[in-house]
């Protein structure tokens, strides 16, 4: 007969620690999602603008100052105009879809004696009983305050954004002063661009494969003559960051209301077929071939993030679960006694497959000036 293992007292309670711990974080994070969810969003537009700073360097001839204040003003302008765009393109689908309203009601009763006729039920209900069972005015009250929550968040972030933005140059004092030690100043150094590059590597590639659904799926939708086609095309880009249901949504959204617009549902079958085909195609063929090893994340705990912080922080949290399960793969990473953590966060068992690349490399032999040593790691964490 085996014998059982033996576990240490200190490992024990070092586990039993960790698990109060992480309980302990979760509530934290649950309780002040308010303040945190928007500090969150800054500094994920702040990672933006480091990432479109540097790209406007190496592709133009604007200075570094310039190139700072180009790249802010692209992103701040690119925010404001996604929720100008959400906002004005709901009241305009809105304002279409009243020109078949008449028609709503007819529509959805032809619809459910079809579908019942089909399984051959029997007593189908109508469309105004089905109405009159939702609470339509708590759900316009729900969506009020969500859409005065947005508006709020949004003058938050950017108050956020600005204190981030001012700090950054104490930021690079700090560095040196938390890491006099230049190996260790490096390595530091190296896992924020890890960070940094995993979560720029994730907004690249849903941008570049957004683009390629969203004019794939407004070409298809124009072919048919959905309403309001580029409110479709807007929303199935904004939710195209969120992994899993954006999917869904983008598929399943626009068919859904074709079948209230047209009389005939073969519209309705060519957009779920249309769209299913290019969400396919371009999830298994294109997006896989951009991905690097950055956005090595196992499916599971992609799901899984996405549950956890959609269910702390809501559609913020859903939108930021992918980058922030990057980040901790990152850290995670770094450390012999939460590496293994980050194997599990991995796709294949490795969290970095260039690691030996991506090491910091060892300091020179001769010391350096303190002013220098300082310009050199405000550089590198800053971009």
Known sequence: MKSAIVTP?????????AVVA???AGAAVYWLRDILTPLAMAIFLLIMIDGVKRSIETRTPLPRRWAGIAALTLVVLGFFASIGIIVNGAAGFFGQASGVSANIGPRIDQIIRDVFGLFHLAN???AQDLINSIDIRGYLAATAMQVQGVVSSAFFVLIYLGFLLASQMGFQRKIVAMFPNTAHRNEAVAVFKRVRGGVEGYLWVQAVTGVMICAAAWLLMRAVGLQNAEFWTFVIFIVGFIPVLGGAVAG???PLFALVQFESYWPAAILLVGLQIILFVVGNFVQ???QGDNQNIDPVVVLLALAFWGKLWGVVGMFLST??????MAVLAEFKGSRWMAVLLSGDGEPYADEGKTKAKPPPS???RRAAATTEAGAEATG
Request: net charge positive; no cysteine; hydrophobic share 45%.
């Open 252 to 254: 399943l959204a626009p």
């Open 9 to 17: 007292p200190e490992t024990a309670s070092r586990n039993a620690l």
């Open 366 to 368: 001769k010391p350096r």
């Open 288 to 290: 896989p071939r951009m």
């Open 22 to 24: 992480t309980v302990a």
């Open 124 to 126: 189908p209900p109508k």
């Open 323 to 328: 980058p922030l399960a990057v980040m901790a």
